[in-house]
């Protein structure tokens, strides 16, 4: 089946650092989703994007959607300690389900 | 407005045992629903959808079986438990024609 590649698998930043991770994918999306997952619940969505070339933000956190249509980027900027947590893209073609990434393991250090 | 409930919270199942894990939907009519497995804290794998009352797809051959007895009701089972069905399971809905999912809390499910 599709898979998503993302990467970093993990990243250790001081507090008040922009991060930045990505998944790209072999087979085109016309959907790209960015969740937050904290530890021990459900991930929470962050982001939807909708458009080939969509640059979408939410307070400190911006996404876009590749122009390809085959990759996504989230940027955090100012990253302050509730932003630990493990962050999964997904895409989707249609109505088939979701494909998600492996995650990126976010740590922030005060 | 719409709620995902799921439970229990965390499970302790010796192997062999049987396993029921429950997902309910409220707020919304004839949801899609899924069931995923998240070991070791990392990726989400697919195990089960539903589009409707009966229908199930399954993505992955396993020790499992998922059934949907209610429109809003999804539930996960295993006649006998092994070792690595161990993992944090989440449940998840949608609507057809709208982007994303909403998850559940989930259920860290621990065999010994």
């Known amino acids: 089946g599709q898979q998503l590649n993302q990467s970093p698998q993990s990243m250790f930043i001081q507090e008040g650092e922009d991060v930045s991770m990505n998944c790209t994918s072999s087979?085109?999306?016309?959907?790209w989703l960015w969740y937050k997952q904290d530890p021990g619940e459900g991930p929470v969505l962050l982001i939807a994007?909708?458009?080939?070339?969509e640059l979408t933000s939410n307070g400190r956190l911006t996404a876009q959607f590749g122009i390809t249509r085959k990759d996504s980027f989230l940027n955090i900027s100012a990253s302050i300690p509730s932003d630990v947590g493990i962050y999964f893209c997904?895409?989707?073609?249609?109505?088939?389900?979701?494909?998600f990434g492996k995650g990126t393991r976010l740590s922030v250090i005060a | 407005s719409q709620t995902i409930h799921q439970w229990p919270a965390t499970l302790v199942q010796p192997v062999g045992s049987p396993l029921s894990l429950e997902c309910t939907v409220e707020?919304?009519?004839?949801?899609?629903l899924y069931w995923y497995r998240q070991a070791a804290g990392r990726g989400l794998q697919l195990l089960f959808y539903s589009v409707g009352i009966g229908q199930i797809s399954s993505e992955v051959p396993q020790n499992l079986s998922a059934s949907r007895p209610q429109d809003r009701q999804f539930i996960l089972s295993s006649k006998k438990l092994l070792l690595s069905d161990s993992g944090f399971y989440l449940c998840?809905?949608?609507?057809?024609?709208?982007?994303?999912?909403?998850f559940g809390s989930g259920t860290r499910l621990t065999v010994v």
């Open positions: 087979s085109i999306f016309n959907t």
């Open positions: 998840a809905w949608s609507v057809t024609g709208s982007w994303g999912y909403t």
């Open positions: 707020g919304t009519s004839n949801p899609n």
């Open positions: 994007l909708y458009k080939a070339g």
């Open positions: 997904a895409g989707q073609l249609g109505n088939t389900p979701l494909v």
